[in-house]
């Protein structure tokens, strides 16, 4: 079996990851959806999770290159679960719970270490329990999640097919 069905793989991955990230920003300039710190690290996470796969794609690694880039693409597909289920867990908290939001995150930024800074966008503000927007009643948070939870089991595709390719490799040899 040829590494080259494994590139496809993180082709499809970039595309959509592309075709998330393109639908992110039209929800936000198209839609004018004002996003969240949590969204905002979501966005980022996807940016590296599509670049990562692009330039898998585009590179022709071997196998350690290969299992380097799935796991780097995992890795940032598992930060997004993350995040995404954190927020996720705060859109479902009672609103007295939820801590007040800060002016920006250039406030925060100024203010707060880098550490308290993040500890802060992580345990959520008023911004990131609002739910703004719905598809089949799924916020998107959720989507964000199912995104990510989706990527992360393409990845372990990934790997699978990896280690099938080797233990075919010694059964023939």
């Not at 930024?109 to 959520?124: D, P, T």
Request: glycine share 6%.
């Amino acid at each position: 079996m040829s590494l080259a069905p494994l590139r496809s793989l993180f082709l499809l991955a970039f595309m959509a990851g592309a075709l998330t990230l393109g639908a992110s920003f039209y929800l936000e300039y198209g839609a004018l959806l004002q996003p969240c710190f949590l969204c905002q690290v979501q966005r980022l996470l996807l940016a590296i999770f599509t670049l990562i796969n692009l330039i898998a794609a585009l590179h022709k690694p071997g196998r350690m290159g290969l299992c380097l880039y799935g796991l780097a693409s995992m890795g940032c597909a598992l930060l997004g679960a993350i995040t995404a289920g954190r927020q996720v867990l705060l859109q479902n908290m009672p609103s007295g719970q939820v801590r007040d939001c800060w002016p920006s995150l250039q406030s925060m930024i100024e203010n707060l270490s880098f550490w308290q800074a993040a500890r802060s966008v992580f345990n959520g503000t008023v911004d990131c329990v609002e739910i703004t927007w719905t598809l089949f009643e799924l916020s998107l948070p959720e989507w964000s999640l199912l995104f990510f939870v989706a990527m992360l089991i393409l990845g372990a595709m990934q790997f699978s097919r990896l280690l099938f390719c080797r233990h075919l490799r010694r059964a023939r040899a």
